[in-house]
Every structure is written in structure tokens, then in C-alpha cells.
């Protein structure tokens, strides 16, 4: 993936800085941590909530052939989900504020930075943290018995990857927001994404037309990928997946660093 | 030796709107430069080129050697930015802000613990240093931002606007502190509305208005050059300046007319001042004192200098 990112990216091979930023977030939530805790929360509430609420009323269904409970079923799209939102959230309302209102990046700049750092370093930090979140809700999936296979190790870094393609994605569209309002736009394109994305039924429960509107969403992909690894359904079609994200995210880093420096740098 | 700020027709152009219009300036090491303007006059603007944070539109700009548009970062890690605005992290503590900032150029932590305390000291925030930075007065954020800015141990400090908005006691501990720095061997680069700041701390200045460069030298040469030895300032009543203006016009070298005083630039203030009394002016308030920055910059300008 990180040789396949270099190939998309035309960043300088210069010895990135980002993690300085990181360094930074680190030290504004060690006054913080609780909010850092209560991120950990807010996935398992809802996976706890479908699984014992919703679970018993639907029963079981067949993907690939095999008969897979409910829970079993929405649990790795929850985890799918929550990597996008945890993602977006850190890049997008967090780093407007920054960008806008805090002047944080104007003083980075100020300093051997490039925007190049500034964005790879918040990304970098969106993934740390959202990693965390994933861990932790993987480990709960893994103890209510919703992990069938071993090929969940891969569960992890796989939603750290769709946790950088919407971190990176976020952030591109945050540089071109003029106004608060402006972030409608964001929830205009993911709430649909989160009800519609195979995240709580089958696929091939939708009509023909929908279905394909479906497989061009990236959470679609996100999700297909995480469920594949967790029931241990995998197939080579996740390849595709997997470069769908990787390039979402490459393409969305590229822009971020061009925006960045197009609005600070005046 | 040549010069460590060097530019050439320096352009900075927004949309079409022309910011800085094709300044030639040059600082030396050592020295303290400043650029003196009204609000607008572009010295923000040519202070974000010099700190490579804002690209030339057209001209030549070389900065430690350097050009900005290639070595960017090279040239900002030998310089010292306060720029006009702070833009302190506000989530951070006032130690905090150093520390991060001095990891921001690839210090190692176990340097800057000691560096900040000794910055802390420098500004007098050390009683501060665990305090939220959103707390601080604003001439504690000024001085942190001052003390943020050395934390690379920079050879150029570019400071815009350093006392703008400061108590006279805060300003005058920037003041002293900026002095003991210029002694250090630093160079200092620096924007003000004030002329007893220029007068104060610049070797050299320029004044700028409306993107261009009006008159450039020493505070004294600008005096010298731009205007006389005394000046004699006359109050009177509103509405009758210009009236009078013209019965006093004989009395001094040039006569400048504002809108609640007129300004009598001459050789002998005393004189001119008694002269007015004998002929039976009499205005409200008299006031005879040498001349200064703000004079040069009223006769270069046609304004006063005031924000
Ligand atoms: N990013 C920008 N976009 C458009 N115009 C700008 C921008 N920055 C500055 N200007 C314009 O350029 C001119 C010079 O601004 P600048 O900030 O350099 O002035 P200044 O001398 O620093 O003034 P002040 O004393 O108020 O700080 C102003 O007319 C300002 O409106
Ligand atoms: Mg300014």
C-alpha cells in the first residue's frame, strides 16, 4: 500500500515533519484525555444496541453461501462506519477550526513545515487514534463471538486504510469550505453513504441500478473488505477494494498538501 | 559583505490589487531595519515574503543567500517570526507553546526544557508557565510570541508590529529586550506605526505608503532631509486653522495645516512661538518641540500617522 501511495503521491522524499504534528495533538490531549476516551465508546454503543436490540428480530442470513447471524453481519460494517466517521470528524470540523479560526498552520508554517507535513501529520494522528478505536471495537466483536476467522488479524489495518482514504478525503474538501455551512455538504454525502453502503443489508437486496450507484461509494468498499475479513469470506475481488481506497486516499493527501498551501500561502 | 535580505523590485500583487509595488531593500547583519507605515501601506505583506510564507509575484527576493520559492524551509529554520497577530496555540500551556514550537524545527526535547525556562525568564512569563495561553494579557501573548520566535536561536527576527496594543511598561520591556537581542548579533527586522519606536531602535528604515518605499535612511538623515530642526504646533479653535494658517505663514519654512492644529516647521520654534504671541493670535494651546519621525512622514504622505 505505502508503495503504491508513493507512486500516486509526488512527495518529496525529504524526511516528513508530520509527525511533529502528532506530537503536538498528543500534548493538547494529555489535558484532554477524556474526550479521547469517550471516542472509544461511541461504536460499541452501537454495535451493542443492534446487537442485542436489533438482532433477534431479524434472524440469520446467507452471504457466500453461508448462514451468517445479524450481529455477525453488521458488526464489521459498524467498524467500517466508524472508521469513516471517526476519520472525518478529525479532519474535517477539527482542522476548519484550525485552519480557520485557530491560526494553528499559519505558525507552523512559519517554521521548516511544509503543508506537506501538516497534512500527513493530522492524517497521521486521525489514523493513530481511529486505529485505537478499531482495536478496541475489534477486541469487543472478537469476545461477543462475532470473529470466524484469522484472516480478522488483517481486519485492523484494513480499517486503518479506510479510516486514511475518508481522513484524506475530509481534509480536501475542509480546504475548500468557506463557511461552517459549507459542512452540510459533508453530512449531504455520508449519511446516505452510511444507511446505503451494504452496511445493513446484503447487497443483493438492492435493484441493479442502485446496487452499481453502491459499489462506486467507498464506504461500500470499506465495508466489503472489513466483512470479508471478519467472517473470513475473503476473495480477490478485495484487491479491488483495497486500490479503490489506496488511490482515494493518495489522490485525497495529493490535493490536501496543494490546498493547504493555496490557502495559507498568500 | 553582502547583504542578508536582498530584494530587487519586490511585487506582491493579490488578484489585481497590488499590495507592494517593486521595492528595493537591503539588510545587513547586525542591524536593526524597520518598515514605518499607515495601516494598508504593504509592510505586512513584505514582511510574509522575507519569512517565506508567501509567494513573490514578481521582483527578486533572496533571504540568507537563498531564494524563498526554493529553500523555503532552509531559510525558516534560521529565522524568527513574531508575526502580527501571535497565533499562539491556545490549547496549549505557555511552556507548551514553546516546547512544540521548538520541536517544530527538529530540536531534541531534552535542549528545548532548558531553552524554554530560559525564554520564560527573558520575557518574564515564568511565573506563567503553566498557565493556559488563552488567559494571558494580551502584552503576555505578545511577549510569549516574542519569546516563541527564539526559541531556534534565529539569525534574522522578523518582527511585525512588536508593541502594537501594549501598556508603555510592556512596550518598553519588548524595547529592552529587543536591544539586548540586537546586541546578541541578531538581526532585527521590524514594522511599526510608532515613530519613538523607529527613533528607539532602527539603524535604517524605510516608509512605506501604499506598497512603495517614500523615503529610506536613518532616523536622523529622514529628519535631517525631510524636515526642520523645531516645530511648533498651535491650537486654536476648530474651523479657524485655515484662516489662520495663512496670517503665520511667514513665520516658518513650510506650514501644515490639520484639522485640530497647524504645524509650524522652522529653524526656531521659541521665535516663531513669540512671534505668533506678538501678533495677538493667541491660540489656546502652543506647543514648541524638536521635530521627529512623524513629521517626515506627514510631509512625505500628506497624513498623519495614526491607527
Ligand atoms: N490575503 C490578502 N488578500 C487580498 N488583499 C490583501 C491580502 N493581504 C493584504 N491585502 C491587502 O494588501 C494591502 C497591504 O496590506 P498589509 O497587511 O501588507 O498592510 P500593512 O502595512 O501591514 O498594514 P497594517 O499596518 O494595517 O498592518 C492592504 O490593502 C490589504 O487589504
Ligand atoms: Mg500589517
Redesign the interface.
Known sequence: MAALIARVVPIPPVRG?GW?LV??NL??YR?DWLVLVSGFFEPLFYLLSIGVGIAPLVGNFQVGGHAVSYPAFIAPAMLAASAMNGAIADTTYNLFFKLKY???Y?????????PVDIATGEICWALIRGGLYSAAFLLTMLALGLVFSWWAVLALPAAVLVGFAFAAAGMAGTTFMRSWQDFEFISLAILPMFLLSATFFPLSTYPPVVRLLVELTPLYHGVALLRALTLGTPSWQLLVSVAYLAAMAGVSLWVSSRRIGRV??? | MGALIEARGLTKRFDSFVAVAGIDVDVFRGEVFGFLGPNGAGKSSTMRMIGCVSPVSSGTLRVLGMDPAVDGPRIRARLGVCPQENWLDEELTVRENLLIYGRYFGLPRRTLADRAAELLAFVQLTDKADAQVADLSGGMKRRLTIARALVNEPEIMLLDEPTTGLDPQARHLVWDRLIQLRQEGVTLVLTTHYMDEAEQLCDRLVVMDGGTIVAEGSPLDLIRAHATREVVELRFVAGRQQALAAEVADLADRVEVLPDRVLLYTQDGDAAANAVHQRGLSPPGILVRRSSLEDVFLRLTGRTLVD
Open positions: 515533519r511533529l506530537e503536538r500534548m493538547v489535558h485557530a491560526k494553528l499559519d505558525a507552523v508554517l512559519a517554521t521548516p513545515l511544509r495559507l500561502l498568500k
